[in-house]
């Protein structure tokens, strides 16, 4: 049992390595808080790439090899860090509001893992998109393009497999556990967006506790934290918001490649993620080639177009197939027109529920982050987040609005919570807008536009 449980904390834990050597190696944030949710996020992202390249060398998918490249580089941080004083920033003390914020999230992360081990293990993605693939990845020690082509018969192949691919480490050390040990990986995405909604929304304020505990205790993120890869493209998608505002600063050199690595981790998640990076990647490299023209901007707009490029070149070369997306293109414009309103009275239901029952799924979210998200958008450097939410939303609308005429309804219930559960992060980073608005200094002595973490 103990030998279980030390090899899934190795498995889960060394790919949060993986991220914040990564992290740090690009500068980082200067903020603790979303330096630890970058490392959750990015980290299962550069393992996936990784495990994608061992394939291509014909390297097996064994831990000690999947590890060891990992922990050479945390020798050779260890060593650097030794070398050079470490430059402490001024940090603010505790204070009340903060605690509550530090309880809430320890609560709610430790409730979501108990829940995740307590919930019996469904069919759907947890199934299809991710534990079958997994065991082959695991127990084969190699993407196994031949088992890929059997499994996409039934029309298994829907997503990217990030997840799929960390999930592989945990059938790699024990396929009997790894079912229930692969829902760690789940939790940990949590815990990523709990600490970039501390982070972005919250501070020593009352006024961001409110906010706080508005984004991070909504029905809507908890229902789906288990057996879902939502939470973590949301989560992705914050930290993405708040990288391209410290891109737009136009401080710190690295902030390009960060969110690069953002945008790719996205595409690599789900093809919702795929679609929001290829759009990111564009505008970065408009950005680059009009405002910041360096070799840097150059070879962060070229890792964030390899990156999106990666799952759509894998479907091609393995010869895989995603029903919804290959036959979304041959679909008329006037079936949008005409599913378009149902897709809208749809989620505005999801939206703004009245009735209990339904608040208690849905939750209250949208109630109050939607004028706060409008008013804070009246700041001409807040409008650009607005219109990122609404070309968001507007992309979701075009995707359920070209179901096959039969499907809207299974796909709206299926799918049409989780995709509203995505553009929740337009309307959190708004909110952090408003939330700083309010306070000349974070909770982490940083000045509301500070992408340096040295002290406003």
């Not at 922990?71 to 940090?91: D, I, P, T």
């Amino acid at each position: 049992m103990i030998g279980t449980v030390l090899g899934a904390a190795f498995c889960l834990l060394t790919p949060v390595l993986a991220g914040a050597l990564g992290w740090r190696a690009l500068g980082g944030s200067g903020r603790r808080a979303l330096d630890a949710a970058a490392a959750l996020v990015v980290g299962p992202g550069l393992v996936a790439v990784q495990m994608l390249v061992y394939h291509a060398l014909g390297v097996p998918f064994a831990l000690p090899w999947l590890a060891l490249p990992w922990y050479v580089a945390l020798g050779v941080a260890l060593v650097l860090a030794r070398r050079r004083a470490a430059e402490r920033g001024y940090r603010a003390p505790l204070s009340a509001p903060v605690l509550v914020q530090g309880v809430l999230l320890v609560l709610l992360t430790v409730g979501t893992a108990v829940r995740a081990f307590a919930v019996p293990i469904h069919d759907g993605d947890e199934v299809n998109n991710f534990a079958l693939f997994a065991r082959v990845f695991g127990t084969l020690g190699s993407l196994a393009p031949e088992r890929l082509v059997a499994l996409n018969e039934p029309g298994h192949v829907e997503y990217p497999h990030l997840v799929a691919l960390n999930q592989a480490w945990l059938f790699a050390f024990d396929p009997d556990t790894a079912p229930w040990t692969a829902r760690g990986i789940e939790v940990l995405a949590l815990l990523a967006f709990l600490l970039a909604a501390a982070r972005v929304c919250g501070g020593h304020g009352w006024t961001g506790t409110a906010a706080f505990v508005l984004c991070a205790a909504s029905p809507a993120v908890l229902r789906f934290a288990i057996g879902f890869a939502d939470v973590r493209l949301l989560a992705t998608f914050v930290l993405l918001g708040h990288a391209a505002r410290d891109v737009a600063a136009r401080r710190d050199p690295g902030a390009p490649m960060r969110l690069a690595l953002l945008a790719g981790t996205a595409a690599l998640t789900k093809n919702e993620g795929l679609a929001v990076a290829a759009v990111a990647v564009a505008v970065l490299a408009f950005w680059v080639a009009r405002r910041a023209r360096s070799w840097l901007g150059v070879a962060a707009v070229a890792v964030g177009a390899g990156l999106c490029a990666v799952w759509p070149i894998l479907r091609w070369r393995f010869g895989l197939h995603t029903p919804y997306v290959d036959h979304a293109l041959d679909l008329p414009l006037s079936l949008l027109v005409d599913q378009a309103p149902r897709v809208v009275m749809f989620l505005a239901g999801e939206m703004f529920p009245l009735a209990p029952d339904r608040i208690a799924v849905a939750g209250v979210f949208w109630w109050c982050a939607l004028p706060a998200a409008v008013f804070a958008s009246r700041a001409a450097h807040a409008r650009w987040l607005l219109l990122a939410w609404l070309a968001h939303a507007g992309l979701y609308l075009y995707v359920l609005g070209i179901a096959r005429r039969g499907d809207l309804d299974a796909l709206l219930g299926t799918a049409g919570p989780r995709l509203l559960l995505h553009t929740m992060a337009w309307p959190v980073l708004l909110l952090g807008r408003l939330v700083e608005a309010g306070r000349p200094q974070d909770d982490e002595g940083v000045t509301p536009g500070s992408a340096s973490g040295q002290p406003g």
